[in-house]
């Protein structure tokens, strides 16, 4: 599925499709295979997971994909683009190793060799086992399935001498001056000869330095458009390089500002109040390889209910998702995969790494969407602890280093204890009152809601946050899809219904909220041993739809709070 950024003048295959498998085993060591020795007797669909195959269900271990790509031009070099896989992989050009990802869900991308070949021959080994070893930044207690497989499309890109690699583009204002960061593949000269248009507007050319295969320049769109929920209207750069090279990008982007102000979030300069939902990209039969179907109603559902916001919980999202959302003005906040980090987690030069390295490559991948106003990390870690602070730090300054442009947020689930609000522009909490502490009001569980949200409020206040943009990023409670009950007993729909009327009432009369994610969109499948003792079914089930979208009662009751019809 192709997707912004388009790259015309060069050879680009998307290797969506059905690909050669081969089940290698259990026990396997993934980094013992031989390429050559594989014999593959079975297909699957990619983007894809393997966990949802018949054939190989509850199978996690080490899995061979392989694929034919034609080229076009002998002798080119080029580069793999992968949109995001789980949990660990190896690929292989014509036999040969070429990189290893350990970064799942996130985009992640390699060189390819040159040869003389034009048929060529891409092999992935796949590991869906849960090893922290190998797969550092996904643990066996998540809550939320670890799927193993190619989730998203990729791409063989056939590289010219000097190749672009994005042009992102920063808006510096709302007049249609914006930065454009050029980003380049290949060894450039001291000084790169562009041309450039947005739009169709006439073409322009400039001469721009080039430092660590980087270019910067400002230029500005004649007639800027300003995008917003409400009008989400879209620019378009065409970017060429010039003096005998051949490559062009095509970027779509929004021109808009962010900013924050007596505890609110502004969006051009005006109060927006976010109201929506945690999301994961999650599906019984596909896992988190959605049909853009899927998205799509999705996304309806949404809109339907009044929402104008989606956490992507809690790992990088889809291209695909993030251009639907630039198109029908949904805001976002991005997130790094990340939960409930620990102690241990702080001290791992390698978790810290990688950590990083994936944050800035989402942010590098995701920048030019005007829809994602916010950047996130370690959801519910351990930043309670002065283990936690360097880490933070990190991967704040990091985000902010790659995109100084939008607000730095995470959800901190200790907010009486927390050590690292002075890192964020987005004070965000998760906090499940009238769910997991209900014996603190046995008759009236629900009327734990309001009181912590005082509680939460002042305590703001009392630290010097009070100014900050305070978000509600995680609360509610669950509901068994058909479970009815005139005592509204927890997991009833009844029950869940009355929680999320009280919740979404409090956060749209309260200015002091800046905005609300309801836990969560839709039920998503969790662990499947033992630790689903808390989780009935196998799945974590606080959507307001259940795993196939059927809307519970819940669903009708946020529409109601949140449109106020």
């Given at each position: 599925m192709i997707h912004w950024p388009c790259f015309p003048s060069r050879p680009v295959h998307c290797l969506d499709g059905v690909w050669d498998l081969a089940f290698l085993g259990c026990d396997i060591d993934p980094e013992s295979v031989d390429p050559a020795s594989i014999v593959y007797n079975d297909?699957?669909?990619?983007?894809?997971?393997?966990?949802?195959?018949?054939?190989?269900?509850?199978?996690?271990?080490?899995?061979?994909?392989?694929?034919?790509?034609?080229?076009?031009?002998?002798?080119?070099a080029g580069k793999l683009v992968v949109g995001g896989l789980g949990l660990w992989a190896k690929f292989f050009v014509d036999g040969a190793a070429i990189g290893t990802c350990q970064t799942p869900w996130a985009p992640w991308q390699v060189a390819i060799p040159a040869s003389q070949r034009l048929e060529r021959e891409l092999t992935v080994l796949i590991d869906?086992?849960?090893?922290?070893?190998?797969?550092?930044?996904?643990?066996?207690?998540?809550?939320?399935?670890?799927?193993?497989?190619?989730?998203?499309?990729?791409?063989?890109?056939?590289?010219?001498?000097?190749?672009?690699?994005?042009?992102?583009?920063?808006?510096?204002?709302?007049?249609g001056t914006v930065e454009i960061r050029l980003r380049l593949h290949g060894t450039a000269a001291k000084e790169v000869a562009l041309r450039f248009a947005f739009d169709h507007e006439a073409e322009q050319s400039v001469s721009v330095p080039v430092s660590q295969g980087c270019a910067r320049f400002q230029a500005r769109v004649a007639t800027p458009k300003l995008w917003s929920p409400q009008s989400p209207q879209l620019h378009t750069l065409r970017l060429s390089l010039a003096d005998g090279h051949q490559d062009t990008v095509l970027e779509r982007f929004g021109i808009r500002s962010l900013s924050t102000a007596k505890g609110q979030i502004l969006l051009n300069g005006e109060p927006l109040k976010l109201?929506?939902?945690?999301?994961?990209?999650?599906?019984?039969?596909?896992?988190?390889?959605?049909?853009?179907?899927?998205?799509v109603q999705d996304l309806q559902h949404l809109r339907r209910l009044g929402c104008n916001f989606v956490r992507g919980s809690h790992y990088p999202q889809d291209q695909r998702f993030l251009d639907l959302c630039d198109e029908l003005g949904f805001v976002v906040w991005e997130e790094g995969l990340g939960w409930q980090a620990r102690t241990p987690h702080f001290a791992s030069p390698v978790f810290n790494q990688l950590q990083e390295d994936q944050l800035r490559s989402m942010v590098r991948t995701s920048i030019n969407h005007p829809s994602v106003i916010m950047w996130g990390f370690l959801n519910?870690?351990?930043?309670?602890?002065?283990?936690?602070?360097?880490?933070?730090?990190?991967?704040?300054?990091?985000?902010?280093?790659?995109?100084?442009?939008?607000?730095?947020?995470?959800?901190?689930?200790?907010p009486f204890e927390e050590r690292n609000y002075q890192l964020v522009d987005v004070v965000s909490i998760n906090q499940y009152p009238g769910w997991y502490p209900a014996d603190i009001n046995l008759e009236r569980p629900t009327a734990e809601i309001e009181p912590l949200i005082d509680r939460l409020l002042a305590h703001l206040q009392a630290e010097g946050q009070g100014d900050k943009p305070f978000i509600i990023s995680e609360m509610g409670a669950g509901a068994i899809y058909g479970c009815r009950d005139e005592l509204e007993g927890h997991w009833s729909e009844q029950?869940?219904?009355?929680?999320?009327?009280?919740?979404?009432?409090?956060?749209?009369?309260?200015?002091?909220?800046?905005?609300?994610?309801?836990?969560?969109?839709?039920?998503?499948?969790?662990?499947?041993?033992?630790?689903?003792?808390?989780?009935?079914?196998s799945f974590n089930n606080k959507g307001s739809f259940d795993e196939y979208r059927r809307p519970k009662m819940a669903a009708e009751t946020v529409r109601k709070a949140f449109t106020g019809r």
């Open positions: 297909r699957m669909a990619i983007p894809g997971v393997v966990d949802s195959l018949p054939n190989y269900l509850k199978q996690r271990g080490c899995y061979a994909l392989r694929r034919r790509i034609s080229c076009e031009q002998v002798g080119q869906s086992r849960i090893d922290p070893k190998r797969v550092p930044l996904f643990d066996p207690y998540f809550d939320f399935y670890g799927y193993g497989g190619i989730f998203r499309s990729c791409f063989w890109h056939e590289l010219p001498e000097l190749a672009i690699d994005r042009a992102q583009v920063i808006p510096q204002g709302l007049d109201l929506g939902y945690n999301r994961h990209e999650a599906h019984p039969q596909f896992g988190p390889a959605l049909p853009q179907q899927q998205l519910e870690c351990d930043s309670h602890l002065s283990e936690s602070e360097a880490t933070l730090a990190r991967l704040a300054a990091a985000v902010r280093d790659e995109d100084a442009s939008r607000l730095v947020t995470f959800a901190t689930n200790h029950y869940q219904a009355a929680y999320l009327d009280i919740l979404c009432r409090r956060v749209v009369n309260d200015a002091r909220i800046a905005g609300l994610a309801i836990w969560q969109f839709c039920d998503c499948r969790t662990y499947a041993d033992g630790h689903a003792l808390g989780r009935p079914r």
